[in-house]
Nanobody, 120 residues
Framework: QVQLAESGGGLVQAGGSLRLSCVASGSIFSISTMAWYRQAPGKQRELVARVTRGGSTDYTDSVKGRFTISRTNAQNTVYLQMMSLKPEDTAVYYC??????????????WGQGTQVTVSS
């Protein structure tokens, strides 16, 4: 079992920055990929960024060049540095961890989510 706890959300003006953190506990040795997803009102949850155990990263097109995902060497914390925020980035952001094969699949563990609101 893996538990995930997010923090760092809040209200920011357009053009501002936020950093989200997600700390994993439990069977962290079994985690392959950690990721950030987001869900805006009335929309489906979408992948924002993910990072593998080896450090390979992947981003959705709309955040490339603005967001950076990183993971600690201890493999139990993942960050999402968000810069040049836009109102369309407003959503609940969820941290996810995957322990199943293949590592590129949808997370099978989720955090509770943290609200990010970007005002225009």
């Amino acid at each position: 079992q893996v538990q995930l706890a997010e923090s760092g959300g809040g209200l920011v003006q357009a053009g501002g920055s936020l950093r989200l953190s997600c700390v994993a506990s439990g069977s962290i040795f079994s985690i392959s990929t950690m990721a950030w997803y987001r869900q805006a009102p009335g929309k489906q949850r979408e992948l924002v960024a993910r990072v593998t155990r080896g450090g390979s990263t992947d981003y959705t097109d709309s955040v490339k060049g603005r967001f950076t995902i990183s993971r600690t060497n201890a493999q139990n914390t993942v960050y999402l540095q968000m810069m040049s925020l836009k109102p369309e980035d407003t959503a609940v952001y969820y941290c996810g961890a995957r322990t199943n094969w293949p590592p590129s699949g949808t997370p099978n563990y989720w955090g509770q989510g943290t609200q990010v609101t970007v005002s225009s």
